[in-house]
């Protein structure tokens, strides 16, 4: 069901993500004289004090791109559409726009939106089209449960071969073992839409896509650990063409818990796609 207007299920996940390699997510070179490192890591002020964490915009971005990634490679339907380009995005589409002048009703909204948009958009969102999946910034579990290491590096002057003047520079990143809370909101999503999600976890799990900067340097590698898996609003079995009730820990470890999870609703999806 991709509509808004009525919130039928709603599917709240909580764990954690855990660091397997240096990752770097921040801003540009810094010139500042209260600046000690040239590229430092996001941080926010909170009651104890600037601490580091991995925005909510960032992960969302990388588990659309692995999804699509997935989508493509498992279906023989309609490539996704172009979300980086506005008018080849489904929410750009001439045809679409037309339609919000019409002031149509939820209904027709919904019967657009399911035959003419991508899967990707629908459990994504796009322009004029909220996503229905939400996940918030990641802080530390704990202020012991991060670590923060510098870098030295250099830039290369690809035309001279070889490093410039004042080419030394000191980049921030959060060490291996670091772990960060994760939280993620699923609103109206079949079985078959959040096994596509899943998908996507498995392929980052699989260290196959990285977070951050420095990824051609190994950077970016973690994995999305679940702790829960709780219906907050509707039933614990999910709609769909495959029914799915959601499995409850007993006593189970994240990783296994989250490997368990993840079968579960990927086996749901790609039943339908093969």
């Not at 229905?132 to 510098?150: A, G």
């Not at 410039?164 to 000191?170: E, F, I, S, T, V």
Request: with cysteine; charged share 25%; hydrophobic share 30%.
């Amino acid at each position: 069901m991709i509509r808004h207007d009525k919130l039928k299920q709603q599917i709240r996940i909580k764990g954690k993500l855990f660091i397997d390699s240096p990752i770097r997510i921040g801003g540009a070179r810094e010139e500042s004289p209260y600046q000690i490192t040239d590229l430092a890591i996001t941080r926010i002020k909170t009651k104890d004090g600037m601490v580091p964490y991995i925005p909510g915009s960032s992960l969302k971005g990388l588990v659309r791109s692995a999804s699509e990634k997935v989508y493509k490679s498992k279906t023989k339907e309609k490539i996704t559409c172009t979300p980086t380009s506005f008018r080849d995005s489904c929410g750009g589409n001439f045809n679409f726009k037309n339609l919000l002048k019409r002031r149509p009703n939820n209904e027709q909204i919904s019967e657009y939106i399911e035959r003419n948009f991508c899967e990707i958009c629908k459990i994504f969102g796009t322009s004029g089209f909220k996503s229905h999946v939400f996940f918030t910034d990641c802080y530390p579990i704990t202020n012991e449960t991060f670590t923060i290491s510098k870098k030295a590096g250099t830039s290369m002057n690809r035309r001279l071969g070889g490093t410039d003047r004042g080419a030394l520079y000191k980049t921030e990143f959060l060490e291996p073992g670091s772990e960060f809370g994760f939280s993620l909101t699923m609103n109206n999503l079949s079985t078959e839409q959040i096994g596509l999600l899943f998908s996507a976890f498995k392929l980052i799990n699989q260290h196959r896509l990285f977070l951050g900067s420095f990824s051609s340097r190994g950077f970016g590698k973690f994995k999305i650990l679940f702790e829960n898996m709780i219906p907050e609003i509707g039933e614990d079995v999910t709609e769909g063409t495959n029914r799915v009730k959601i499995p409850s820990k007993n006593g189970k470890d994240a990783e296994k818990y989250t490997e368990e999870i993840l079968e579960i609703f990927i086996n749901a999806w790609e039943r339908i796609v093969q």
